[in-house]
């Protein structure tokens, strides 16, 4: 699987943001999948949100973000609201062919990833 994830910008701080995440080469129904983002500067990169037969959010975004996917068109979305400077990140999506969610918090339980997206929000 293939992944091109897209939608990045620079918004102000209250703005929302949709990120794309365009998969090929094999339909993403038969996977489970996440965003992770890194803020620049720094090494790890943290878990944002996951979907597989049910979402999961990280708790710093929770409430503001909304992960979906749409399998005919094979594309993730990250519907992003009242975005925060402590938002702004490099974005990645990630596929996973595990199920249980309590697995989808780490990036290790990810086969495929795609190239970032870089969020930037101003206060």
């Known amino acids: 699987v293939q992944l091109q994830a897209s939608g990045g910008g620079l918004v102000q701080a209250g703005d929302s943001l949709t990120l794309s995440c365009q998969a090929s080469?094999?339909?993403?129904?038969?996977?489970?999948l996440g965003w992770f983002r890194q803020v620049p500067g720094k090494e790890r990169e943290e878990f944002v949100a996951?979907?597989?037969?049910?979402?999961s959010y990280a708790d710093s975004v929770k409430g503001r973000f909304t992960i979906s996917r749409d399998n005919s068109k094979n594309t993730l979305y990250l519907q992003m609201n009242s975005l925060k400077p402590e938002d702004t990140a490099v974005y990645y999506c990630?596929?996973?062919?595990?199920?249980?969610?309590?697995?989808?918090?780490?990036?290790?339980?990810?086969?495929?990833w795609g190239q970032g997206t870089l969020v930037t929000v101003s206060s």
């Open positions: 990630a596929a996973s062919r595990l199920f249980y969610m309590s697995s989808l918090y780490s990036k290790g339980a990810y086969d495929y």
């Open positions: 080469g094999r339909t993403i129904s038969g996977y489970s």
């Open positions: 996951a979907i597989s037969r049910t979402t």
